[in-house]
């Protein structure tokens, strides 16, 4: 399996020596091409795959749009270790004026429902729900070593280890697609989202734009 921690280098041809219509231009190819992807019988790991090589995607949908100033200020990370137990299909901190704030995000299939026929989860929403609570859990029951483990991959990317950050960070779990949603499942996605603040549940949608589910 690919395992690549620091994915900065892979989002410097986007940010470096461009102006913004340059970036847009290649955030725009990447998209695309991201799009046809999911319109094809992929496996999960393709996906995984192409998301390391096109961080842009994963960066702009967590903040909830195309915003080329705060890409330059965000860097992405594959597989972080939550202990010896964890592992997080990606992470991102992106900063501002506040500091710096922590993403991590769970990738599920794009082909599974959210919702079963009778309105309950279904299993991969479920699985995933399950996962959310375990970094949680752990982020709690070791903040410490989190906010020191964190702060170290911060400044691996040049965003300084004392920077003020969230030791309580915001979770995403990616899952199908918009077109499985209607009114009522969509009702209950965001019922679930209120019981967990820290939490958005997203279509692969949300990576292609417009930035809503």
């Keep these: 399996m690919l395992h690549k921690e620091n994915l900065l280098e892979d989002i410097k041809p986007y940010i470096q020596n461009k102006d913004n219509s340059e970036i847009f231009n290649q955030y725009e190819t990447a998209r695309k091409r991201f799009e046809t992807i999911l319109n094809k019988p ?34 992405l990370f594959s597989k ?30 794009t082909d599974v429902n959210l919702f079963n026929k009778s309105g309950d989860m279904s299993s991969h929403l479920s699985h995933a729900l399950r996962q959310i609570t375990d970094w949680q859990s752990w982020i709690k029951d070791n903040k410490s070593y989190a ?19 969230f030791v309580d960070p915001k979770f995403i779990i990616i899952i199908g697609r918009r077109s499985m949603l209607n009114k009522d499942t969509n ?16 279509t692969y949608d949300r990576l292609i734009g417009p930035f809503n589910v």
């Design 187 to 202: 009702r209950r996605r965001i019922e679930i989202q209120n019981h967990n603040p820290r939490l958005e549940i997203v």
């Design 42 to 75: 992929n496996k999960e790991y393709i996906i995984q795959k192409y998301l390391e090589k096109h961080p842009i995607l994963l960066l702009n949908a967590g903040i909830k749009g195309f915003f080329p100033f705060a890409s330059r200020r965000c860097a």
């Design 80 to 109: 972080i270790q939550l202990g010896e137990c964890f592992e997080t299909d990606f992470a991102f901190v992106h900063t501002d004026s506040c500091g710096a704030s922590w993403f991590f995000i769970e990738l599920e299939r």
């Design 147 to 165: 906010q020191s483990r964190l702060g170290e991959l911060q400044k691996s990317v040049g965003i300084h280890k004392d920077t003020e950050f």
